[in-house]
């Protein structure tokens, strides 16, 4: 890095602006299937939002005032075309790198006659960033992110203070912040980080039945999807922690 990007840098910090420097994903550009091409050649123009539009207005994109539920590497979708099935009073927004899941996502929101779904293909932090207003979201969905296991790779992992903060910014005071991943080591970072965080508190003692209040995890809520991934890992003995935070400031 050049002296005057180190100072550009520098200056946009102390401006309280996020700039993310290590990215969180990889991007593998698998070959497209056919059925996914003609998903986004037939979709995009309607379920489809880019970074280059700038901010959006969700009243102006789907029409209502319903709490919208934005989540960030939604895969090939279908736990979120699920959610956004079963829940017709919300509205969703799913961001995904991967051009393959956009279009799987794509083709099956359409067979399933979802129509309470917008999709971003592009990096989730520029989108929060340049596209998502302040204090307009209800709920942030991260489950199953890239874990990076690797102890030199733990700076890839989205979960970071400064991520957290930027996306406490765009939830509505009382918003949750809904994580879920099956690496126990990841699990802990994400409640290290979320403990010492400004503005949000643990709700697991809210939601978790009598014998499980104690926990700082949560039980899987109905509203999240079993996946196959997950089903197969709690065949294998596998765990998975779901991690919910408000934010309160």
């Known amino acids: 890095m050049t002296d005057k990007q180190?100072?550009?840098?520098?200056?946009?910090k102390a401006a309280g602006k996020y700039i993310r420097t290590?990215?969180?994903f990889v991007k593998r550009e698998g070959r497209l299937t056919k059925g996914q091409q003609a998903a986004i050649d037939a979709h995009w123009q309607q379920k489809g939002l880019t970074h280059e539009q700038g901010l959006i207005s969700f009243a102006d994109i789907f029409g209502n005032d319903n709490p919208v539920v934005?989540?960030?590497g939604f895969g090939m979708g279908a736990s979120l075309v699920e959610m956004a099935k079963n829940a017709p009073g919300k509205n969703f927004i799913g961001i995904e790198v991967h051009l393959p899941g956009v279009g799987?996502?794509?083709s099956s929101a359409h067979e399933?006659?979802?129509e309470n779904l917008r999709v971003y293909e592009h990096d989730a932090v520029e989108i929060l960033r340049d596209c998502i207003a302040d204090e307009s979201l209800d709920t942030v969905q991260l489950f199953f992110p890239d874990p990076w296991h690797k102890k030199r790779h733990h700076k890839r992992r989205i979960v970071q203070p400064e991520f957290v903060q930027a996306l406490r910014s765009k939830l509505k005071i009382g918003g949750v912040f809904h994580m879920a991943t099956d690496w126990e080591n990841y699990a802990e970072h994400m409640i290290e980080v979320m403990q010492q965080a400004e503005g949000f508190a643990n709700i697991a003692a809210d939601v978790n039945s009598a014998e499980n209040k104690d926990s700082v995890y949560v039980e899987r809520p109905e509203h999240r999807p079993l996946t196959?991934?997950?089903q197969r890992?709690?065949?294998?003995g596998h765990g998975v922690w779901d991690i919910m935070y408000a934010r309160t400031a």
Do not use: P
Request: glycine share 8%; proline share 0%; hydrophobic share 45%.
């Open 112 to 114: 399933a006659g979802v």
């Open 22 to 24: 290590v990215k969180s």
């Open 70 to 72: 934005l989540e960030i």
């Open 6 to 12: 180190n100072d550009s840098l520098e200056a946009a």
């Open 228 to 230: 196959k991934f997950e």
């Open 233 to 236: 890992g709690h065949r294998l």
């Open 104 to 106: 799987a996502c794509l």
